[in-house]
DNA sequence: CAGATATATTTGCGCTTACAATCATTGAGA
DNA sequence: TCTCAATGATTGTAAGCGCAAATATATCTG
């Protein structure tokens, strides 16, 4: 630790941050609107797509999503009622249950990635320098690998 | 807009954000949970013991805090009865309604901001070049300004 | 093999929040 | 002044999520 309080440019960014992130949160959940599409909607079939055959078992997804189970179950219930996921029984395992990306499901994601591309591009990565969109990667990476270590002292 | 796709750069810088700033609400979360504060119980006290007479409207504060008017309502309802905020009626207009942060309150800050920041430290700034500590403000601020002008083409 | 333990998922419940409706008060125009 | 739109706050309602309990199945242990 460096020091007990934050100086002048530490305060700055951390205030820039914190006032940001949740404005950039919005502007790419309304973007995805038009597609009826949440963003969280939106992770759920990025992953399941990018998964083998599709599909992922529950505990792994709610992993991924970094949701809990019972969350996933109830997120799962909108993406199934719109048919852009099924859900199919793991047959070596009877308890698992798979959530699978339908094609309905595929082509829903086909049609708002470009948009959403653009809206990350619009709202972030078009507003910074090339060297600010590597330094943005760099910085939470850092801080990525800082929280998976949680070196927390007394626990 | 520089192209309808993300170069590998900017796919990891985004996707290294969008993994990271979950987390690290988390972790500053789980900091304040000694403290007997959510995160937005903070904020609320930060910035009412910021404000003249450390005292806003409801309006007022709702905006700061980017909480929807009904939410802060029910936000407050915690806090005054911890305590820790106290609402009272407004004189010259009576529709307002201040939210004013008690002694109790502002000790609780007091006991708060130690942790609060030692814990901001610790998991984002300290993890960070100085030089990555100015790139996130100048970042965060150039992504901020985007969204405030909020240059929709078509509405 | 039986019983205990672990794992995968869902359900019950409560918390937080937003949106829409409501109520009270203010300010502006006829 | 009286009316009516605007403003400030709260309440009703619903959606999203986590925790704990319940359920079903699998695995380990004696």
């Not at 502007?27 to 992922?56: F, K, N």
């Not at 970094?66 to 048919?83: E, I, N, Q, W, Y």
């Not at 910085?139 to 929280?147: E, H, Q, T």
Request: with cysteine.
């Amino acid at each position: 630790m460096t020091s007990g309080r934050l100086t002048a440019t530490e305060m700055r960014a951390w205030r820039a941050y914190a006032e940001t992130i949740d404005h950039l949160r919005a502007a790419l959940e309304a973007d995805l609107v038009p597609h009826g599409l949440s963003l969280g909607d939106y992770e759920v079939l990025v992953i399941l797509s990018e998964s083998v055959d599709g599909r992922l078992r529950m505990c792994d997804l709610s992993n991924e999503l970094g949701l809990s189970p019972s969350g996933l179950t109830r997120r799962l219930d909108g993406l199934v009622k719109a048919d852009y996921v099924a859900r199919t029984q793991g047959t070596s395992d009877r308890r698992v249950m798979y959530a699978s990306i339908t094609s309905e499901g595929r082509h829903a994601l086909q049609r708002a990635v470009p948009d959403h591309v653009r809206s990350v591009r619009t709202h972030l990565i078009d507003r910074l320098t090339p060297a600010q969109v590597t330094a943005l990667g760099d910085i939470f990476r850092a801080v990525g690998d800082g929280l998976g270590r949680q070196s927390r002292s007394g626990t």
